[in-house]
Every structure is written in structure tokens, then in C-alpha cells.
């Protein structure tokens, strides 16, 4: 019973679809109560062949996902063929209405549905993959950025710390130098300005002070 339940849920996954951003792999909802051990739906993990496409500032190359899990073009062309027949029916057609038209129209082209239907869960596990792979990588990114962005807030840290020692250190020697020419002064002023002036004009070790 409970493999059923499980099967039914993930089903019902392929159907649904959320507006909420996609979370880290294994990370759960903000909202969502913890699930059961009987109400978790397995993960399917799907598979790429080849590493998929990078997605450019968001743009995600559907054909290139698709055949980096390995569907084929005939795979793809059969998903392609039911959306765009569904695509041209009157929005108010029935929904019976609908499936017997598309069907009928499938067969006549003879292609199979339960081969579209494979088609189809096949593109949509691809896309989740990616998905998921996309959410890793991002990941990923995010804590080695905050790793250097930490790294660099320590480095700022420690040179605030040594500007701000110069400083002081550079307060204290300019009242430790000013300290020692008050006392120096005083011999100057024994003498005179004067002497002080004469001595200094005759001096070759010494500068006189500018006009």
C-alpha cells in the first residue's frame, strides 16, 4: 500500500506546478510540515549522458537538457507534436471532447500515446534534473562566495586595525616630539632670538627657517 501512495505522489509531481523558488537538494520548504515516512513520495534522480547546457543569464536550452539525459529528436518530436495539436483546439472544447480528438488524430499519424506519454515524463525528470543540478551548483557558489566575502571582512577587519594603531601611534609621537621642543625651546630662549637667528645664518648644519 504504501509503494502505491508513493507511486500516486509522484505522479501527482509531474502534474503540479509552484511558483516558489527551487530549494537547495534535500533542503525542505519554509511552509511545508516535515513529511511521514509514508507520505514521502521516492525521488527519481534522473541521469544525464552528457553534461547538459549552461543556462545564460537564465535562458535555458530546452533541446540541448533533453538530449544531455538522452531523449531523442523522435522523442522530443512526439511531446512536440501532442503540445502543438493540443495548442490548436478551441480553448472551450470539452475536455473529453479534447482527448478523443487528440487521440484519434495520434493514431492516425500512428504514434503511439503510451510513446508520448514515456516522451513526456521523460523530458519533465530532465528538466527537474537540471533543476536540481542548477540548485547544487548554485549552492555551491553561494557558500564560496560567503567564504571569500568572510576571508575579504577579515582582511578589511585587520587593516581598520592597523590604520587606526598608526594613527595613534602617530598622535603619540607628534605630543612625545612636541613635549621634547618645549624643553629644547628653553635653551633657545636663554639665549635670545638674536643668537639664536645669527648662529643659525652662519650654520652649514642646520636650516634656517623660510621668509
Do not use: H
Not at 25 to 49: K, L, N, T, W
Amino acid at each position: 500500500m504504501t509503494d502505491k501512495k508513493n507511486w500516486g505522489q509522484t505522479v501527482m509531481g509531474w502534474f503540479i506546478e509552484t511558483d516558489e523558488p527551487a530549494a537547495a537538494p534535500g533542503a525542505p520548504s519554509a511552509d511545508a510540515p516535515p513529511p511521514s515516512a509514508d507520505a514521502a513520495a521516492p525521488v527519481v534522480e534522473p541521469r544525464f549522458v552528457t553534461n547538459p547546457p549552461a543556462a545564460i543569464d537564465g535562458k535555458v536550452d530546452f533541446d540541448g537538457v533533453f538530449a544531455a539525459a538522452g531523449l531523442s529528436d523522435e522523442d522530443r518530436g512526439r511531446v512536440t507534436r501532442a503540445v502543438e495539436l493540443l495548442g490548436s483546439l478551441p480553448p472551450d472544447t470539452p475536455v473529453v471532447v479534447k482527448k478523443q480528438i487528440v487521440e484519434a488524430a495520434l493514431k492516425a499519424f500512428g504514434v503511439p500515446i503510451d510513446d508520448i506519454i514515456e516522451a513526456a515524463v521523460g523530458e519533465i525528470q530532465a528538466l527537474e534534473g537540471y533543476i536540481r543540478a542548477g540548485a547544487g551548483d548554485t549552492q555551491q557558489v553561494l557558500a564560496d562566495a560567503e567564504k571569500r566575502i568572510t576571508l575579504y571582512e577579515e582582511e578589511i577587519r585587520q587593516l581598520r586595525s592597523i590604520m587606526e594603531q598608526r594613527v595613534r601611534e602617530q598622535q603619540a609621537v607628534v605630543k612625545a616630539c612636541n613635549e621634547k621642543k618645549l624643553t629644547v625651546q628653553q635653551v633657545l630662549e636663554f639665549f635670545g632670538q638674536d643668537a639664536v637667528s645669527r648662529v643659525v645664518q652662519a650654520s652649514a648644519k642646520v636650516q634656517a627657517p623660510p621668509a
